[in-house]
């Protein structure tokens, strides 16, 4: 049986930032992002009874890679099979540049693995699956605004996303600019367990995110582009901010982000509405509303490799199922 599924990235308006269960991958904090319709991750699963052992296959090269190992693991585990995978994977995301490939890439996975089984899970299901494979990729799950609930039972069992679809994503761009392609130095997974165990701002950092959160949910309700995007910078800016206590302290901002970040607080200035947000690396995202999309995009290309404008993308799909 084989099936292929697709699956877009998201990127956190309030950002997910340290694991209260490393085992169960359950957060700290609950968290909100707007999945993007340019990237996305394509990837066919066929569980193989013949096959001697697990074949994963990106971008036409064949790999080895431990959480995509284990996150097989898993999906045996789940679904009671024992059955080898045939994994085919077409990534449409700069890889690892804090771009959140691993959240396409899961997410597509856990979709296309389940589809592949013959089951028809609930996108609940797929969700909470899929973050085992990396938290951020239980959001991808869905399209537009989501909301991953933290939960509260200790087997994770209510940790999965939400979607939180309003009218004010098909008002919004999400301007990347790519500061640098290349594998970042800091894994989101090592940032993450080094801040929880040794920065003194972490947990501040979790009670502010959820009063954030509580306030984004307000903004987006009230489709209030302003109030998102200054709680979008301000959240963004208070995650990064435990990475300077942690000990040794490290930071994913490069000298062109920061001067990305100026630039984006000059558009407003000049009464163009832009906020900015980071990840794990050093691209600067940044959001406006779409009929200025072209004139923050023109902005930053001076200033990075490659501008890239996005809109909101759609909820993980199953595009073709063989049984
Ligand atoms: O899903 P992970 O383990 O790659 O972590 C993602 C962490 C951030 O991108 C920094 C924030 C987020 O919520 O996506």
Same mark, same amino acid.
């Given at each position: 049986m084989r099936a292929t599924a697709i699956a877009h990235t998201n990127v956190a308006l309030i950002k997910y930032w340290g694991k209260r269960d490393e085992h169960l991958i359950l957060p700290a904090n609950s968290s909100l992002s707007f999945t993007v319709d340019k990237f996305y991750t394509k990837t066919t699963v066929e569980w193989d009874k013949n096959s001697a052992q697990d074949t994963f296959i990106l971008n036409g090269e064949q790999k080895t890679d431990a959480k995509v190992a284990r996150f097989i693991d898993k999906m045996r585990e789940e679904f009671g099979i024992t059955s080898k995978a045939i994994i085919t994977s077409e990534n449409h995301v700069p890889t690892a540049?804090?771009?959140? @490939?691993s959240a396409s890439a899961f997410a597509a996975l856990a979709l296309a693995g389940s589809s592949a089984a013959g089951r028809d899970d609930t996108k609940e299901y797929i969700s909470r699956l899929a973050r085992f494979g @990396? #938290?951020?990729?239980?959001? @991808?799950?869905? #399209?537009?605004f989501v909301i991953w609930e933290k939960g509260q039972q200790p087997d994770g069992n209510d940790s999965f996303a939400i979607p939180f679809t309003n009218k004010l994503c098909d008002k919004m761009s999400l301007v990347v600019a790519v500061v640098s392609d290349k594998? /970042? /130095?800091?894994s989101s997974r090592d940032g993450m367990r080094l801040t929880v165990e040794t920065s003194p701002f972490f947990e501040k950092w979790v009670s502010a995110a959820e009063t954030d959160l509580e306030e984004m949910k307000k903004a987006i309700l009230n489709e209030d582009f302003i109030k998102v995007g200054e709680i979008t910078e301000r959240n963004g800016m208070k995650m990064h901010a435990t990475t300077l206590g942690a000990e040794p302290p490290f930071t994913y901002f490069q000298p062109q982000s920061l001067e990305i970040m100026d630039a984006v607080r000059e558009l407003r200035e000049n009464g163009i509405p832009a906020y900015f947000t980071m990840d794990a690396g050093p691209n600067v995202k940044v959001i406006c509303e779409r009929e200025n999309e072209n004139i923050v995009a023109e902005k930053l290309s001076g200033l990075a490799k490659n501008v890239l404008i996005c809109h909101a993308g759609k909820e993980a799909s199953v595009i073709s199922d063989e049984k």
């Open positions: 540049a804090g771009l959140a @490939s @990396s #938290g951020s990729a239980s959001r @991808s799950v869905f #399209g537009d594998e /970042k /130095k800091v």
